[in-house]
């Protein structure tokens, strides 16, 4: 299964977002080796900037992106704090993608309660599938769909010639 989210992929994200004129939004990055680390986001507010959101990231040894952590701007305590938090695991014909969110009343992570896994099947079809945590602890599916390879119709012209 091919990786889809990369270092290169964050980074190219992060300088597509830095050149659209458009947006409302201000952004900087710590970005070390090319390596993007953490991206933060600011509003205009009046002349200057305010703070908004840090989003940090976290690679394997293969340069895929495994953790993004989103902290947003508390004005009052003026620091940022967790928020939620994605968490990519790769295998060989799959990849999850899982949520949790920050607990301010334990200053902990909560258990990861969502997740997404998409699979590959015979490189032509692509299966997605929704997962939430119950009660009892276990994921249980609540919704699933089945995506064709986009590019697989293309040579349906030259079939019908």
Same mark, same amino acid.
């Given at each position: 299964?091919?990786?889809? %989210?990369? %270092? ?11 050149? +659209? ?11 070390? #080796? ?5 991206? &933060?986001?600011?509003? /205009? ?9 840090? $989003?940090?990231?976290?690679? #394997?040894? /293969? ?15 003026? /620091?940022?704090?967790? #928020? ?6 790769? +295998?060989?014909? $799959? &990849?999850?993608?899982?949520? $949790? ?15 997404? %896994? &998409?699979?590959?099947? +015979?490189?032509?079809? /692509? ?23 986009? &590019? ?10």
């Amino acid at each position: 299964m091919e990786t889809i %989210i990369t %270092i290169f992929t964050v980074l190219s994200m992060y300088m597509n977002v830095i050149t +659209n004129a458009e947006s409302k939004y201000f952004y900087n990055a710590d970005i070390n #080796d090319g390596v993007v680390e953490t991206i &933060y986001v600011f509003n /205009q507010n009046g002349a200057g900037l305010q703070e908004k959101l840090a $989003c940090h990231y976290d690679y #394997d040894e /293969q340069g895929r992106l495994t953790e993004k952590t989103v902290c947003r701007w508390e004005p009052y305590t003026r /620091q940022y704090v967790p #928020d939620y938090k994605l968490r990519l695991t790769y +295998n060989d014909d $799959c &990849y999850e993608l899982a949520r $949790c969110e920050w607990s301010t009343r334990n200053e902990n992570w909560k258990p990861f309660d969502e997740k997404v %896994i &998409y699979q590959s099947i +015979n490189g032509k079809l /692509q299966s997605v599938n929704f997962l939430r945590l119950d009660k009892d602890g276990a994921y249980h599916s609540v919704d699933h769909l089945r995506v064709l390879d986009p &590019y697989e119709g293309l040579l349906l012209a030259d079939a019908l010639k």
